[in-house]
């Protein structure tokens, strides 16, 4: 297979420009979340060592390395002691984690979290201003095009290992078409996955989300949260939340606290934590605690201060009732504090 199967039309890619933060119109949005698919369904990436040593190669292996170590934009881009890795699991590599492989192949999409249709270069912006607490990369920034590379090269191999074409290499993409992402007209597969992923319907491959869970037999309970934190995860997220540090470098990431992910980021809320925390935790032993834990140790996680929502106008009730009508502790009294007013 040559470049020419992957052709994408430049002259429409990037109409949208990157939101300030002022203006930012959270739609009530949540991650989404799916009923748990079969392993044999789930996309393989290449193995690392595959990847060339061409100047395209050289942006995925930079977006591999932005990826698992985003401190390297600490204080340009990233404002807290959070890395892409510890929401997107195995080098955002693993199924049920939020794949970036899965994410990739679903833009451009529309997002009620800004109500627009979004590339997915806007959607990883979108990580740097919540869940990074920071400052989104511009478009075409080197940061952007590497971290766009290597979730495309991701997602092509194992597509392409899928249907039997281990043989071929990954099509080299403009940095342009590789900000759009793969679910776009002018992003053609070859003809053997045409038919399976049409454009418009490349975001539902399997896999691609955190699983969700049943609604909890009790309300999320923080007392109960507390007890599974303490016995379960506080040895690598320390008692205060705060995660773990080795010779001043961030091992384990905080949870709460002024350098965790902010009151707007995705994994603020409750069923989402849990759903995440089910699937993933503890780091390698995966599905160690009940569903009802699950649910119990998020409400406990997301019941202690955070940095500030970014779309925050120095109304606390009137951006709780815009953005937070949801499974979360943001604007509520909790301990006798009411959570959001005293954010970082």
């Not at 040559?2 to 119109?25: D, R």
């Not at 952007?144 to 997602?155: D, E, F, G, N, Q």
């Not at 303490?230 to 040895?235: G, K, P, Q």
């Amino acid at each position: 297979m040559n470049k020419t199967l992957i052709t994408l039309a430049a002259a429409t890619l990037f109409s949208h420009t990157v939101l300030a933060a002022t203006e930012l119109p959270d739609k009530q949005a949540e991650l989404p979340a799916h009923p748990k698919t079969e392993k044999s369904d789930h996309l393989v990436p290449r193995d690392l060592s595959t990847i060339p040593n061409t100047p395209f190669g050289e942006k995925v292996k930079q977006g591999y390395s932005l990826f698992v170590n985003s401190q390297t934009m600490r204080g340009k881009y990233v404002a807290n002691e959070q890395n892409c890795v510890n929401c997107h699991m195995q080098a955002g590599m693993k199924a049920d984690s939020a794949p970036l492989w899965g994410a990739y192949m679903a833009y451009p999409a529309y997002r009620k979290k800004n109500d627009k249709v979004n590339t997915y270069a806007e959607r990883i912006q979108g990580c740097f201003t919540y869940s990074m607490n920071g400052t989104p990369p511009p478009k075409d920034s080197p940061e952007l095009v590497a971290l766009s590379a290597y979730s495309y090269w991701l997602a092509m191999g194992g597509l392409l290992d899928k249907y039997d074409m281990q043989d071929s290499p990954i099509p080299e993409l403009s940095d342009t078409a590789l900000q759009l992402g793969g679910n776009d007209e002018s992003f053609i597969l070859p003809a053997e996955m045409m038919q399976d992923l049409p454009a418009g319907k490349r975001g539902k491959l399997a896999g691609r989300s955190f699983p969700k869970l049943d609604k909890p037999e009790q309300a999320p309970s923080i007392e109960r949260g507390e007890i599974v934190y303490n016995s379960t995860c506080a040895s690598c997220h320390d008692e205060n939340g705060e995660g773990i540090k080795s010779n001043g470098v961030q091992s384990f990431p905080p949870l709460w606290g002024k350098d965790s992910f902010n009151w707007g980021a995705g994994m603020h809320r409750v069923n989402t934590a849990a759903f995440f925390i089910y699937e993933n935790m503890p780091l390698g032993k995966s599905i160690q605690i009940t569903k009802q834990e699950a649910w119990d140790v998020a409400a406990f996680m997301n019941s202690h201060e955070r940095p500030q929502d970014p779309r925050f106008k120095g109304n606390l009730k009137a951006n709780q009732e815009k953005y937070h009508n949801h499974q979360g502790y943001y604007g509520k009294t909790v301990n006798g504090k009411v959570l959001g007013e005293h954010s970082f």
